[in-house]
């Protein structure tokens, strides 16, 4: 976290006990900064708690002790002293965005995010602030405003591999597939040995149709780390959208090989065994799947597909009313219980559900046209 500490002009000296000399901030900074290179963590921390407690005016002492806490892992104590340093200089950008990654860090992200902006509002050209904005705004699944931050990130620094991955994946959520491949090109450039870099570039170019060139990456994956389990599971899904169902089926049951009790896994082999026509394949692994991890909505929706493949509409209506409780917003479920209802003679129940289903259905499309407005007034921010 230090890596990022950038230098603020302090001249201020403060008083020490008779017989001490005078230290500045610096020289301070520098003792401490000597402790932590020799693994002295909670020596650098008496140094800055001292040296605070002697000059309680210094917002810089209060930022650097708690940049050592957060270090330790104290994060409520180390937000106290972010707290403190704002309080005595409010345009301390420093300290604001220490405050904003220390409650991330702690899952505190709707306090956290306000002083990560305001930490981009007072030093508009720092790489660091913009990149871990974008970053935050990422996780909240706010992909415009993500986007718009790391476009600057990666403006004032483009070798930074971390904004390019992450612009990509903003970009990707967007839907503007085209942008987003350049941006993990640029990662992958930076850094060949990232694997997350790699798989995030992979799956792009899946989502862009492109499993041929997928597959080459998640293959230079495999190359360095064979155990990679994210990246074979990804080279097998493109190797179901390239229609090789065997060599699909192939990397799913590797990946059960190594690790048996990942239930995607379980899942992913059976979507290719049921488009291979082995139905009680298929509907064997996805009763596997679910034992594992009940919490996959798409592994009901397939089961209860598989079901009435099969003529049994009961556990088609379970199966798919299990994935429309997983997944509120599951249209392809509401609309196949639908008509599993339909045949088994519940035509108001069906109705409900058809009507549901094209609700959900007119939301998802309106929430997309959202975001696609608020991307282009994004863009013209730029």
């Given at each position: 976290m230090r890596s990022i500490y950038a230098v603020v002009a302090v001249s201020a000296l403060f008083a020490r006990a008779p017989g001490e000399r005078?230290?500045?901030?610096?020289q301070v900074e520098a003792r401490a900064r000597a402790l932590i290179a020799k693994?002295?963590?909670?020596?650098?921390?008496?140094?800055?708690?001292?040296?605070?407690?002697?000059a309680p005016g210094s917002a810089r002492l209060q930022d650097d002790a708690g940049f050592v806490l957060a270090g330790l892992e104290r994060f409520p104590e180390a937000a106290a002293k972010f707290r403190r340093a704002i309080a005595l200089d409010p345009k301390f950008a420093l300290a604001r965005y220490h405050l904003g990654v220390t409650c991330w860090l702690s899952k505190e992200y709707l306090l956290g995010l306000p002083e990560l902006k305001a930490a981009?509002?007072?030093e508009p050209k720092s790489y660091e602030y913009r990149y871990h904005l974008g970053v935050a705004f990422n996780e909240l699944g706010r992909y415009p405003e993500a986007r718009d931050q790391?476009?600057?990130?990666t403006a004032l620094?483009?070798?930074g591999a971390d904004a390019w991955a992450?612009?990509?994946?903003?970009l990707q959520r967007l839907g503007d597939l085209p942008q987003a491949l350049n941006a993990y090109r640029r990662a992958v450039d930076l850094e060949p040995a990232n694997a997350a870099y790699r798989n995030g570039y992979g799956i792009t170019l899946v989502k862009a149709?492109?499993?041929?060139?997928a597959i080459e990456q998640f293959r230079k994956v495999l190359e360095a780390s064979p155990a990679d389990n994210t990246a074979r599971l990804n080279m097998g899904f493109a190797y179901l959208q390239n229609g090789d169902l065997e060599m699909a089926e192939r990397q799913f049951r590797d990946v059960i090989a190594r690790d048996p009790g990942l239930g995607i896994a379980h899942y992913d082999l059976a979507v290719a065994l049921k488009q291979k026509d082995d139905i009680e394949g298929a509907q064997a692994e996805l009763k596997k799947a679910i034992e594992l991890d009940p919490g996959i909505p798409e592994a009901h929706y397939t089961l209860g597909l598989v079901y009435w493949q099969a003529g049994d509409f009961d556990q088609t209506a379970a199966e798919m009313r299990l994935a429309i409780a997983l997944r509120p917003d599951y249209a392809e479920a509401y609309v196949t219980l639908g008509q599993a209802l339909r045949i088994k003679g519940d035509l108001e129940g069906s109705k409900a559900a058809f009507a549901q289903g094209a609700k959900v259905r007119a939301k998802a499309e309106e929430d997309?046209?959202?975001?696609?407005?608020?991307?282009?007034?994004?863009d013209k921010k730029q």
């Amino acid at each position: 976290m230090r890596s990022i500490y950038a230098v603020v002009a302090v001249s201020a000296l403060f008083a020490r006990a008779p017989g001490e000399r005078v230290e500045s901030v610096e020289q301070v900074e520098a003792r401490a900064r000597a402790l932590i290179a020799k693994g002295d963590d909670a020596g650098a921390l008496a140094v800055y708690e001292k040296a605070a407690a002697q000059a309680p005016g210094s917002a810089r002492l209060q930022d650097d002790a708690g940049f050592v806490l957060a270090g330790l892992e104290r994060f409520p104590e180390a937000a106290a002293k972010f707290r403190r340093a704002i309080a005595l200089d409010p345009k301390f950008a420093l300290a604001r965005y220490h405050l904003g990654v220390t409650c991330w860090l702690s899952k505190e992200y709707l306090l956290g995010l306000p002083e990560l902006k305001a930490a981009v509002e007072l030093e508009p050209k720092s790489y660091e602030y913009r990149y871990h904005l974008g970053v935050a705004f990422n996780e909240l699944g706010r992909y415009p405003e993500a986007r718009d931050q790391l476009k600057a990130a990666t403006a004032l620094d483009p070798s930074g591999a971390d904004a390019w991955a992450n612009f990509g994946l903003a970009l990707q959520r967007l839907g503007d597939l085209p942008q987003a491949l350049n941006a993990y090109r640029r990662a992958v450039d930076l850094e060949p040995a990232n694997a997350a870099y790699r798989n995030g570039y992979g799956i792009t170019l899946v989502k862009a149709r492109q499993g041929g060139q997928a597959i080459e990456q998640f293959r230079k994956v495999l190359e360095a780390s064979p155990a990679d389990n994210t990246a074979r599971l990804n080279m097998g899904f493109a190797y179901l959208q390239n229609g090789d169902l065997e060599m699909a089926e192939r990397q799913f049951r590797d990946v059960i090989a190594r690790d048996p009790g990942l239930g995607i896994a379980h899942y992913d082999l059976a979507v290719a065994l049921k488009q291979k026509d082995d139905i009680e394949g298929a509907q064997a692994e996805l009763k596997k799947a679910i034992e594992l991890d009940p919490g996959i909505p798409e592994a009901h929706y397939t089961l209860g597909l598989v079901y009435w493949q099969a003529g049994d509409f009961d556990q088609t209506a379970a199966e798919m009313r299990l994935a429309i409780a997983l997944r509120p917003d599951y249209a392809e479920a509401y609309v196949t219980l639908g008509q599993a209802l339909r045949i088994k003679g519940d035509l108001e129940g069906s109705k409900a559900a058809f009507a549901q289903g094209a609700k959900v259905r007119a939301k998802a499309e309106e929430d997309e046209a959202d975001m696609l407005k608020k991307g282009m007034a994004g863009d013209k921010k730029q």
